[in-house]
């Protein structure tokens, strides 16, 4: 805010006598008029108050201030209904102020300390209340903490990105072929010049061994595509007379990965390479590879000022010389070795040499088969040069017994299979399942031991999450719930009535409204004409004693009399005859 000007001052001082000379009941009006004379809002006005020093609203602050007014059943109650009445995708159907009238509709709220009455709290006290509690809806849907991942030696996994290097490639144009890019001009000031220039940027691909720290790039001119990840991939995988090489078992990279390609996946299935991807924002993941191109740009490309390559292939080489320096010299934090150190104590059996490069491009996908699931989760599959063998697949999510599974063949684990199971988007997921064998007692190998498998201790809000079910459902654990809802038992039976907050309502009692009647209704009720002969039956039974009645009734209206017109001729004849009755006659 400006600072005020002298005149300004003397006026806001003015102002200020007046409201402090003022009642409690006649500050606004001044304000108002104040307001208007100065051109300003009363905000405004405040506020040049308050940074002069020349107001203090002189508020105190409650005596109740920071306490919790919802008990802790109340707010756990508030927090099951919403809890509950969110749907699968997330979307909360049950909204905050909808609890809070059902609750209050039943008796329970926030207790007023003045008169003991049950009031319904604000949605802000709720909220309050609820996170106090560690039971709010958000912290209920947090999930389990994160776990620290480690990992037992090197190649076990590898993690893999890419991302725009400090550097410009321009093929053919300027003086050199690599220049420095000016992220200001690229980025900011003309939103469109990168997609113009892609094709031309230098991209920098990087894998890294978490356990070891070890770690290759290469650069590459262009866009991020698939075959520039083949490529790469391809490279960092041969043996070039340093240590880390070979084919891991794992692979971590991001959604947007060109990994996802097609014939990527497909080259990752031949080498028999598990792909993990990770979630969007969960970049953490891959925190190795995250923190390696930090750790390059500080370590080679912040030189590249004083250096800039005349090709690719020039940089790549000065990259290599960096690289094998760096890993041999640096030492790492965590393992307290260099990063080359730790990687040699991988074992021969950890380390599967990867196939030439011809091969590897050579290679295309084998073709799947389909094995039925028996009642036992097994399968039979027979692999060349092993026989066939039984296969124990009830661990892999998504197996049903009676259902067909696909099963690929692992060239480099035979006589292990690849399961093909794919996900819901359709992505494929691999599952290396080894021939099923039985122990002397008739158990298979792969069990887990007993007493082997702990569990992470629960949080504040999964504590407070089994005890909304146990009042809900009268069961603890989500599996129990989904069971009890499966059986359609109701929510809360016998301690909230969902429609309380209706049932309080008293509707009155309308009178009704006279109308019209629709002509749809009118002929609705027309009955259909009655043929003459039953006609005259009809008239006879009520009284009429006319000789000729049936030549009258063909004459005037035919072989069909209207039924209204017969219901009058009745019904006058019965009256006639009930007056008869009652003169005597």
Known sequence: MDAATVVELELLRELAGRLKAAGHRERGAIMLDAATRLGKSKATLYARLKAAGLYDAGRKQRAD????????????????????????????????????DLLHAQGLGRVDGLTGEIVKPSATTL?????????????????????????????????????????????????????????????????????RVQNDLCIRWMVTDPYSGSYFVRYFAGHEDSMGFIEFVIEAMQSRGEPMHGV??????????????????????????????????????????EGMHNIWEQVFESRLFMWLPENIAALNARADQVRAAHCSKAIHSR?????????????????????????????????????????????SFAVKGFGSRTYYVGGVPGVQIRERVTVRLNMY??????????????????????????????????????????????????????????????????????????????????????????????????????????????????????????????????GDTRPDVYAQLIAEHGAEVPAAWLEAQIAALQAGADGRKASGF
């Open 127 to 195: 909220t309050r209340a609820m996170r106090a509690y560690s039971c709010h809806p958000d912290q209920l849907s947090a999930g389990h903490a994160a776990v620290h991942i480690k990992y037992a030696h090197p190649n076990q996994v590898w993690q893999i990105d890419s991302s725009v290097a400090v550097l410009f490639y321009a093929p053919g144009g300027g003086i050199r072929g690599v220049e420095l890019l000016d992220e200001t001009e690229v980025y900011k000031n003309k939103p469109d010049a990168l997609k």
């Open 65 to 100: 201030a920071g306490r919790i007014s919802v008990s802790e059943d109340v707010a756990l109650a508030a927090a099951g209904l919403i809890h509950h009445g969110t749907r699968a995708n997330g979307k909360r159907n049950f909204k905050l102020g909808a609890a809070a």
């Open 335 to 379: 393992h307290g070795l260099t990063r080359w150190g730790m990687w040699q104590r991988i074992t021969a059996e950890q380390l599967r040499l990867a196939p030439s490069i011809e091969l590897m491009r050579d290679q295309v996908a084998g073709k799947d088969e389909t094995r039925l699931v028996d009642d036992q989760s097994t399968i």
């Open 413 to 542: 684990r035979a006589p292990a299979i690849d399961l093909v199971m794919c996900d819901a988007d359709g992505t494929e997921r691999l599952y290396t399942i080894a021939p099923a064998e039985k122990d002397a007692g008739g158990y298979f190998d792969h069990g887990v031991d007993f007493g082997t498998y702990k569990a992470l201790p629960k949080s504040a809000s999964e504590k407070q999450l089994d005890r909304i079910n146990q009042a809900a459902y009268g069961v603890p654990s989500a599996l129990e719930v989904a069971t009890a809802r499966k059986a359609r038992a109701n929510a809360y039976e016998g301690t909230l009535n969902p429609f309380a907050d209706f049932d309080a309502v008293t509707v009155p009692t309308y009178l009704p409204k006279r109308g019209i009647d629709h002509p749809m209704e009118t002929a609705a009720r027309e009955l259909p004409p009655v043929a003459t002969p039953d006609a005259v039956r009809r008239l006879k039974a009520a």
């Open 248 to 289: 891991p078992l794992n692979f971590v990279l991001d959604k947007g990965s060109a990994g996802r390609a097609a014939h990527a996946r497909r080259l990752l299935k031949q080498l028999g390479i598990t792909v993990h991807e990770h979630a969007v924002k969960k970049s953490r993941a891959k925190g190795s590879v």
